[in-house]
């Protein structure tokens, strides 16, 4: 079955994803020092360049939306892997030439992403548009590859949790958070299957010793699914579309057959996935990078308003149709973020947990 696309806002508006990705920003920049050490710590000039004389090598940022923070990203893998070419003796003056892909979903806006290239890059570039759950690269084509808080966002919303009548029916609610056990084993389970997807696909487009870096939110290692913070912050947006619907401004069906297709996995749920498949990939890094989230004033919650509508509103509008008035939505969850911050179950778990995982593909390749 083909992934439903769900892309961030486009352009470079207020409500756009470009104008409002800070908190990936800050996410991502915590973790560079993880991304630029383990890359050079892992990357095997020899085994990546396979005996070829023209030394291209070929890196993919997936799930890139419209930049800027993936340009951040691109920077900071190929300094990480020309330094190891620079260091080295043999290959010092055989700097290799950089092709970089920047893939996202078929909906993503490109244009905005292709405006965003600045004229004196180091590298060549193409855009892939497509769902990473399966492929978009040829085998064995691809040297280092990257994803940041993209793998949370599900290929599309369980069947069964938007069926009237099924056990795993979620009525009334849009994320798992304080559902029954079937809605959120509904989840979690797609999750799986989602990721399981993405690294088949990875294991045959990377090279023998070809690297994959992850970022993902999780939660905090040890909690239940229903204990994520970021998980809670899309749930106020069912919240506020409940009250909508109990005014008549929403239709209770359409309400009740919309879910947000996001799962925040632990980090050992991501950890033992990778481990279940150890002829394919070793995990040569791993940390946890726990990250408060501050609504201590209305400019944090404004902030975190922003931040959430610029990724969910394009979910929202493509379910809702062009008679939901956004503005008032949005306003409501401003109050419904606000009501949040000040309960107990906030200052519990006001923590998210970013994973960095480095992976490297075995270098006997099945293909
Ligand atoms: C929150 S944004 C992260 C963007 C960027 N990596 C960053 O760190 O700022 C998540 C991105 O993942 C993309 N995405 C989600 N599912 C995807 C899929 N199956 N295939 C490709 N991209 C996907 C979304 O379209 C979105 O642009």
Request: hydrophobic share 40%.
């Amino acid at each position: 079955m083909e992934d439903e696309s769900f892309a961030m806002n486009g352009g470079d508006g207020l409500n756009s994803y470009k104008k409002n990705s800070k908190f990936q920003r800050q996410g991502f920049d915590a973790s560079k020092i993880l991304l630029r050490d383990s890359i050079q710590e892992n990357f095997t000039i020899q085994n990546n360049l396979n005996g070829n004389i023209t030394t291209i090598l070929r890196i993919a940022d997936l799930g890139c939306s419209v930049g800027p923070n993936t340009f951040a990203c691109v920077k900071t893998i190929i300094e990480a892997v020309k330094l190891k070419f620079e260091t080295h003796q043999d290959f010092k003056t055989q700097l290799p030439e950089f092709q970089v892909f920047f893939n996202d979903q078929v909906s993503n806006d490109f244009n905005t992403l292709f405006k965003g290239f600045s004229v004196d890059r180091n590298y060549m570039v193409a855009g892939v548009p497509g769902s990473f759950h399966g492929r978009l690269f040829p085998k064995a084509s691809m040297n280092v590859m990257h994803t940041s808080f993209s793998l949370h966002w599900l290929s599309r919303v369980p069947e069964q949790v938007t069926k009237e009548g099924s056990p795993a029916w979620n009525k009334g609610r849009v994320s798992y958070v304080s559902s029954s056990d079937e809605v959120v084993e509904a989840f979690s389970a797609q999750f799986v299957r989602d990721m399981e997807g993405f690294f088949a696909a990875r294991s045959v487009e990377l090279v023998g010793d070809g690297l994959l870096a992850l970022l993902i939110p999780c939660r905090q290692e040890s909690t239940l699914p229903s204990d994520s913070i970021l998980a809670h912050i899309y749930e106020c947006v069912g919240l506020s579309l409940a009250d909508m619907a109990k005014e008549g401004l929403v239709s209770e069906d359409l309400l009740d057959s919309f879910n947000v297709p996001i799962y925040i996995p632990s980090p050992s749920e991501v950890k033992n996935l990778v481990l279940g498949m150890k002829s394919l990939f070793s995990i040569e890094r791993l940390d946890e990078l726990l990250f408060p989230t501050n609504l201590s004033t209305p400019n944090d919650i404004r902030a975190c308003v922003s931040h959430i509508r610029a990724t969910v509103e394009g979910v929202v509008c493509k379910h809702f149709g062009s008679e939901l008035n956004t503005e008032e939505l949005f306003e409501r969850y401003f109050h419904k973020i606000e009501e949040f911050s000040k309960t107990p179950r906030f200052t519990n778990i006001e923590n998210v947990a970013n994973l960095f995982m480095l992976v490297k593909r075995n270098a006997v390749n099945s293909i």
